[in-house]
């Protein structure tokens, strides 16, 4: 049990700090009204942001140590990929909040609907239920890019868990298993159920686009979802690098971002039934099904609003990253793993009932 308190009190402190690090969307209880389209708005704030990085990639160096008096000696110009992916990365994939999602949510230009934390479908969820959520009360605004509605936070999803899994399939010369783990495994514990009690389905479609927009960047693989050769945004041209096709939304965007069709799955039963409550209108029958046709990935709800199903709990996802990794932990290991957590939901429990007695 004192493990169990620990770990929760690990959460609540970085929860203090950190009280942006994870939000939900409510799409259920939107205003009822036509949002103005902001694609391209977005789409000129990715265009400004590439001729920043691009600058910074084509930047060029001084020769360590050299000296001359007719002024600095530079290194010899040449594309980097490590010097382009860090000004990319720079300028998109900022750590707990992306830049695109902070520009969709402060600029007066994007139209947006918001809902507040007590308007919305989790109101009635306890500070030990869901530290994250209830303590910052951050819900995220809903957009529309090209007619379809998504929160803000997929923007951060999009480019900054996108490069997360980029990094983790090592530019996608590794299986991409291997990042649609990473996403499994942040929606299980940090960035989803153990913070939120919210393991949202949205938000991994959201970062195996963003895998595609980065592997896209050069090009260097296949798609990695339909593994089709794909053009790419930048080349080598006379030893700098330069942008040769534009960024467009379309490829990525679609129905299985909106979390009332793509809908989110609850850490139990008891949060369920608390959301259920809202009486929300899940509409999985619209998920754009054709485009996602690797049934195992895992990153579509077909059943609607329902319970974290046994696989995506920490302790199943230690078991599948050990099998990715050629290792084999004693099942002893995953039992307590197990027992560690149903103890925790337990005293998480408890606590929420003396809350909300008092």
């Known amino acids: 049990m004192k493990t169990a308190l620990h770990f929760l009190v690990a959460i609540v402190c970085s929860t203090a700090t950190l009280q942006t690090s994870a939000a939900e969307v409510d799409q259920f209880r939107i205003p009822d009204r036509a949002l103005r389209d902001s694609g391209f708005l977005l789409q000129e704030e990715v265009q400004r942001r590439f001729d920043e990085a691009l600058e910074q ?20 110009r040449k594309c980097r990929q490590d010097k382009l992916y860090d000004a990319l990365q720079w300028q998109f994939a900022r750590p707990v909040i992306g830049q695109l999602e902070s520009f969709a949510e402060q600029s007066e230009r994007i139209d947006k609907a918001v809902v507040s934390f007590a308007e919305s479908i989790y109101q009635d969820f306890l500070w030990p239920e869901s530290p994250s959520l209830v303590l910052s009360e951050r819900i995220s605004a809903v957009i529309n890019v090209h007619g379809i509605e998504i929160g803000t936070d997929k923007l951060g999803h999009f480019f900054t868990e996108g490069f997360s899994y980029f990094e983790a399939t090592e530019q996608l010369n590794k299986n991409i298993e291997f ?23 949205a938000d991994l479609v959201a970062n195996l686009n ?17 593994q089709k050769a794909v053009s790419p945004y930048i080349e080598c041209h006379d030893k700098e690098w330069r942008q040769v096709s534009q960024f467009s939304w379309q490829p990525y965007v679609d129905l ?5 069709i793509n809908c989110s799955a609850l850490r139990t039963s008891h949060l369920l039934d608390k959301v259920a409550s809202h009486q929300p209108l899940c509409q999985p029958e619209l998920l754009p099904i054709a485009k996602y046709q690797v049934e195992d990935w895992d990153i579509l709800n077909l059943q609607g609003l329902k319970v974290m199903e046994k696989e995506m709990e920490p302790e199943m996802l230690v078991w599948e990253k050990a099998k ?3 290792t084999n932990p004693p099942a002893s290991l995953i039992a307590k793993l197990r027992a560690v957590r149903l103890n925790w939901e337990a005293w998480r429990h408890e606590l929420a009932l003396d809350t909300q007695q008092k």
């Open 57 to 76: 990639a084509n930047r060029r160096v001084l020769k360590p140590g050299a000296r001359a008096k007719s002024g600095p000696i530079y290194q010899p």
């Open 179 to 201: 990042g649609l783990h990473l996403g499994r495994w942040t929606e299980s514990l940090y960035f989803g159920a153990q913070t939120t009690g919210v393991f949202s389905y």
């Open 210 to 226: 963003g895998l595609r927009f980065w592997n896209k960047i050069l090009a260097n693989q296949p798609d990695p979802l339909n």
């Open 256 to 260: 299985a971002w909106n979390e009332s």
């Open 324 to 326: 990715l990794s050629d």
